[in-house]
Nanobody, 125 residues
Framework: QVQLVESGGGLVQPGGSLRLSCAASRRTLSRYLMGWFRQAPGKERAFVAAISWSTGSTWYADSVKGRFTISRDNAKNTVYLQMNSLKPEDTAVYYC??????????????????WGQGTQVTVSS
């Protein structure tokens, strides 16, 4: 089992920055793909970014590429999402997920086996 806990959400003005954290409960995550998804009210859960724990390869949604950066800290078993140049349309609950599926499924929320509780990000003036 993998337990995930997100943190770092909050209220920020447009153009501002936030860093989200996803802490995992187990020591061995080398086989996992870690992903960030977000869900706004009335919207589908959408892919944001993903990272391979073993290789460090990353993938991003077009809407966030160049603004968001996903990274990992092996010693802390933690994945981060650095969000810069935030826009009102980034407002959503952000979820961290983990999967042992193939990397081609990185953007499919149905492929993820474990999820955190979510953290709210609100971008507003």
């Amino acid at each position: 089992q993998v337990q995930l806990v997100e943190s770092g959400g909050g209220l920020v003005q447009p153009g501002g920055s936030l860093r989200l954290s996803c802490a995992a409960s187990r020591r061995t995550l080398s086989r996992y793909l870690m992903g960030w998804f977000r869900q706004a009210p009335g919207k589908e859960r959408a892919f944001v970014a993903a990272i391979s724990w073993s290789t460090g390869s990353t993938w991003y949604a077009d809407s966030v590429k160049g603004r968001f950066t996903i990274s990992r800290d092996n010693a802390k078993n933690t994945v981060y999402l650095q969000m810069n140049s935030l826009k009102p349309e980034d407002t959503a609950v952000y979820y961290c997920g983990a999967t042992l599926s193939v990397t081609s499924n990185y953007a499919n929320h149905g492929a993820y086996d474990y999820w955190g509780q979510g953290t709210q990000v609100t971008v507003s003036s």
